[in-house]
């Protein structure tokens, strides 16, 4: 079974970018959608983007887009997500998933979700 381990939060001021990555140890990591979800103070669980196995398919969620940007290099077993005009209302933890059913990753089903990173924008 593949492990996720995200890595590049911190705390920036309003208007940086941030790109974080989402490292996969294990096999298949190839054969698996991966997305990008969040959860600030207090605010439920809310998805962000997704990319399928290949690369070729992308979901955003509509207030982040064409502002995030997800990527993927299976290579190197590592998604990221590009991180722009950051303001506070980014605020939060954020965490990557995988899984192999596309469906069930954008729904946020994913079989395998990473401890995430924290986010935090000061104005």
């Known amino acids: 079974q593949v492990q996720l381990v995200e890595s590049g939060g911190g705390s920036v001021q309003a208007g940086s970018s941030l790109r974080l990555s989402c490292a996969a140890s294990?096999?298949?990591?190839?054969?698996?959608?991966v997305a990008w979800f969040r959860q600030g103070p207090g605010k439920e669980r809310e998805f962000l983007a997704a990319?399928?196995?290949?690369?070729?398919?992308?979901s955003y969620e509509s207030s982040v887009k064409g502002r995030f940007f997800i990527s993927r290099n299976n290579a190197k077993n590592t998604a990221y997500l590009q991180m722009n005009s950051l303001s506070p209302e980014d605020t939060a933890v954020y965490y990557c998933g995988a899984d192999d059913n596309w469906g069930r990753t954008l729904a946020g089903l994913l079989r395998t979700w990473g401890r995430g990173t924290q986010v935090t924008v000061s104005s």
């Open positions: 990319i399928d196995w290949s690369g070729n398919g992308e």
């Open positions: 294990g096999q298949f990591f190839s054969d698996l959608n």
